[in-house]
């Protein structure tokens, strides 16, 4: 039995060795549709609605195959090699001063509080500890 069986171990090693895929085979139904692929998504067509229109034309693929033809063949190629687009660095935001008569306000509001010094008084901010005597 073994020895059938290490025949059969060998037989599958000389298939593995001797494979090869089938180029084009990966997206060979999506191909003829490369460009009408490429200009739906480009008016942000989703990947379903795509594979809805090529299910009308009778081809079917599945969602998930058309998002990988649209990222490893319709998108742009970087100059580095690369497919994927770096993206923009963001402007640095400055603050805007406030109109005076918030300002004012907003300071008016401020100036009345006490610093809070002692545990559990109101206003203050933190975890609230239970008073021992209320207990």
Do not use: Y
Not at 37 to 49: F, G, N, P, Q, V
Not at 90 to 97: E, Q, R, S
Not at 101 to 123: C, I, N, Y
């Amino acid at each position: 039995m073994s020895n059938n069986r290490e025949e059969l171990i060998q037989l599958f090693d000389a298939k593995v060795q001797s494979f090869e895929a089938p180029e084009g085979a990966r997206f060979h139904a999506l191909l003829p549709f490369k460009e009408g692929i490429r200009r739906l998504r480009a008016k942000k067509a989703s990947c379903r609605t795509i594979v809805e229109l090529l299910k009308q034309l009778g081809v079917t693929v599945s969602h998930n195959t058309v998002a990988r033809f649209c990222r490893e063949l319709c998108a742009p190629a970087a100059p580095n090699g690369s497919r994927r687009i770096a993206a923009k660095p963001a402007a640095p935001i400055t603050p805007k001063p406030l109109p005076t008569p918030v300002a004012e306000m907003l300071t008016r509001r401020h100036e009345g509080r006490k610093t809070p010094d002692a545990a559990g008084s109101p206003g203050e901010r933190g975890p609230r500890i239970a008073d021992p005597r209320n207990v």
